[in-house]
């Protein structure tokens, strides 16, 4: 049983706008989390940028976003807009932090429990800290991405707005690669995938290791076995899974949440896959797609596309990373967390 | 009336070790602070890194300066660092940070007061927060390096260690520069003194700007205008004064503190300074030094050393800039405190 009168502070960074206007992966979350619990009837109040657009109760100290703010000194930005949060404490029942390791220096001088939501390890060297705080309450983006020497109260997955990637029912041709052009993301495997089964891959993405895109990439920019059209939006990303018949996605490091693997199965397209990281957790194997371990075993997967039922797809997607499942899994997280806290009470 | 039991935290920075090797103002004053707090009978925990060196309670988290540590993350290390003291706050009577504007955005969380010193305004981005934080104890450094919009108990001034600077009674025959090389120190300006004086300058310190020293400087450095002997300890200080007639410190923006015009005035060395920022402060017009506004005045006031008694700068360093009267100044600032304290409690 949720209570619903209890009162939510969410945290959000301040790198960028919450909602941000093009990146900010953990502002989107942040976003996506406070409207789905106003919408459920929380009273929720957003620590955000003070341009944030959001239904909730927006509480802001800081003007924009650094990233956004040429005039702005991030660290600044940064201690101003935490400590805003933990001052007003007394006036929540819950902090829900999005701000990696500095908010959890504030946590002991507060009686308001806080729950942070650990977005991902940036270095080993921020590990101390999470460490020092680990009778605090965590949250993993996915089972893949816990660090083994903390304890969680659950995985929550990111969520994606399903309203964004319309189901698409028939299958295109081509194979799609959407993501950072960097070796950590396989695009070198994808076009190897695409030689070896005579499909056409088209590349989207920001071009973020320009070496590697010159030397193993660009060579193969035939229009035959592979495309680049550069970075999309969201319509783009539409119109390229209208034309896929696989989205390929062979990284070449642990994934910590493919985001880009539940939209493509979002909109019908099943997912070919390396088994690193949380790839596993996102994509069923055999059901919205293949989970592989070399180039050669993705073509073999492509040749059972076939078994892949598209309503499948999207039907796990709306069950495990919707917006929705997202929101319904913090919420038990907090009816955790509330249980906890009156436990201690007692 | 000083209360002896009073429970002091000293929270030095963990940029270098305290007291530091080489550099290091702000742990400096920290450790010159600390010692002088413990050998007058307070109970000071001092928070600085693990290979610090005090004869009070030591309190760390970090092993060594960040600064001094290739695999350290100074970010992790400060914000470790500042909340491991203010998670102890309770065990203190009063926090004393030398920790800038980021300690202060854990100030409200605690009960203990806490008392910053304002080294000085790295940048007028960080203002926002010693504006935010203004119902806080604040001491500046000088009259001169005050915000205009804050509030302050005091100046207190660092003091430096005496035993460091012994007097010399007789006056030498050069003249001396001691800084950093860049034009903020008007180093070019002491050269033309010394062209117009006749006199030759010795000029010992740190290049901070090379296109500067190469241009306005190395042209001169001709062994009778001038000569460059490279940066100094402090026996290398000691032989410059004994070589001075007197110091010259024509600075072309306002100074925070001029620590080296009180060593200069400690081993009975007059003080020629530009009266900028804090220079008046240190230097008493007349008496151990001349201010003065140009060159020509101060190619003026080289001709009236004579009037200066050595002594009498010695005395005036003992009065006003030694650790023992930082240390006493510093104890009226707790008094102060403490009893602003019991009258809010009243």
Redesign the interface.
């Known amino acids: 049983m949720i209570k619903r009168a209890k009162r939510v502070a969410v945290l959000s960074p301040v790198a960028w706008r919450t909602p941000p206007r093009h990146y900010g992966a953990w502002e989107t979350v942040a976003s996506n989390l406070t409207e789905g619990l106003v919408a459920r009837g929380w009273a929720v109040t957003l620590f955000a940028t003070r341009d944030s657009i959001t239904r909730a109760r927006l509480h802001a100290v800081i003007d924009r976003g650094y990233e956004e703010d040429p005039?702005?000194?991030p660290?600044?930005a940064e201690?101003?807009h935490?400590?805003e949060a933990?001052?007003h404490a007394a006036e929540f029942d819950l902090i829900h932090s999005h701000y990696d390791?500095?908010a959890l220096?504030?946590s002991?001088?507060?009686q308001t429990p806080v729950l942070t939501t650990i977005h991902g390890f940036s270095?080993p060297?921020?590990m101390?800290?999470y460490e020092?705080y680990r009778d605090g309450y965590y949250v993993s983006i996915s089972d893949a991405d816990r660090a083994p020497t903390l304890n969680y109260l659950a995985t929550v997955y990111n969520g994606i707005d399903l309203s964004l990637y319309p189901f698409q029912d028939r299958a295109g041709h081509d194979l799609v690669f959407l993501g950072r052009i960097h070796p950590d993301k396989g695009v070198h495997l994808a076009i190897e995938v695409a030689r070896l089964s005579g499909r056409r891959l088209i590349i989207a993405g920001i071009v973020q290791d320009e070496a590697y895109f010159h030397e193993r990439i660009e060579p193969h920019l035939d229009g035959q076995t592979a495309d680049y059209i550069g970075p999309v939006g969201v319509a783009g990303k539409n119109r390229l899974f209208a034309a896929a018949s696989a989205l390929l996605h062979l990284n070449t490091i642990p994934e910590r949440f493919g985001l880009v693997l539940a939209e493509a199965n979002a909109a019908g397209v099943p997912v070919v896959a390396m088994d690193l990281g949380s790839c596993r957790e996102v994509v069923a194997d055999g059901q919205t797609g293949f989970l592989v371990s070399t180039p050669g075993q993705a073509v073999q997967a492509l040749g059972r596309l076939a078994e892949i039922d598209r309503r499948a797809c999207r039907r796990r997607v709306e069950q495990r990373f919707s917006i929705a499942s997202m929101v319904a899994a913090y919420e038990r997280v907090y009816a955790t967390i509330f249980e906890l806290e009156e436990s201690k009470c007692r």
Do not use: Q
């Open positions: 005039g702005a000194d660290k600044v201690y101003l935490i400590a933990f001052e390791f500095m220096s504030y002991r001088l507060i270095s060297k921020i101390p800290v020092k």
